[in-house]
């Protein structure tokens, strides 16, 4: 069974860049796609974006032009950059697993989510 | 973006019940449609995809149904394991949004 786990800091200051990892284990960074989601306190799920090792990527517009999600095959790794943060991306961050098939995309694994607050 | 809501926004039922979400897009996702389970602390897990498949895994008394903007999720026997917040997301197109969530409790 895949494993993830975020890593990052769990502060970040205003107009500054989040920057998280996820390091995935037991299978590997090339054969499937990679996500991530959010999760403000409190409040529901918020698609992020996803990418493939291939270097496709696919944003939701409402942060495309602040985010940049990476793959990292030497390290099994994928990597989520958010620039110029506010208060309003203080949230839990989950990485997951996507599976393609068949044009279905299915998030059949999460990490335990990170907490990242945006504060002075 | 599809807009994605869902029906009670949270419902109180016992152990033994059966219980019933719904899930409506706001145009037509065929069929891509899954279920996420969220108990408190936790990551989502997933339950249902494409609709109407159950992971495996899953007990047998989680079942979805429907295709097109109407989806349901239904409990055939509740659980006290079952108590959580249930989510509806759509990957017809992206960004693949999810529903405001249920809060199931007892």
């Known amino acids: 069974q895949v494993q993830l786990q975020e890593s990052g800091p769990g502060l970040v200051k205003p107009s500054e860049t989040l920057s998280l990892t996820c390091t995935v284990s037991?299978?590997?960074?090339?054969?499937?796609?990679w996500g991530w989601i959010r999760q403000p306190p409190g409040k529901g799920l918020e698609w992020v974006g996803h990418?493939?090792?291939?270097?496709?990527?696919s944003y939701n517009p409402s942060l495309k032009s602040r985010v940049t999600i990476s793959i990292d095959t030497s390290k099994n790794q994928t990597s989520l950059q958010l620039t110029s943060v506010t208060a309003a991306d203080t949230a839990v961050y989950y990485c997951?697993?996507?599976?393609?098939?068949?044009?279905?995309?299915?998030?059949?694994?999460w990490g335990q989510g990170i907490l990242v607050t945006v504060s002075s | 973006d599809i807009q994605m809501t869902q029906s009670p926004s949270s419902l109180s039922a016992s152990v033994g019940d059966r219980v019933t979400i719904t899930c409506r897009a706001s145009q037509s996702i065929s069929t891509y449609l899954s279920w996420y389970q969220q108990t408190p602390g936790k990551a989502p897990k997933l339950l249902i995809y494409a609709a109407t498949s159950l992971l495996s895994g899953v007990p047998s008394r989680f079942s979805g149904t429907g295709s097109g903007t109407d989806f349901s999720l239904s409990i055939s026997s509740l659980h006290p394991d079952d108590r959580a917040t249930y989510y509806c997301?759509?990957?017809?197109?992206?960004?693949?949004?999810f529903g405001p969530g249920t809060r199931v409790d007892f």
């Open positions: 997301q759509q990957s017809f197109n992206s960004p693949f949004t």
């Open positions: 997951a697993k996507v599976i393609k098939s068949a044009s279905y995309y299915i998030l059949d694994s």
């Open positions: 037991r299978s590997s960074i090339t054969s499937f796609f």
């Open positions: 990418g493939f090792y291939s270097g496709t990527t």
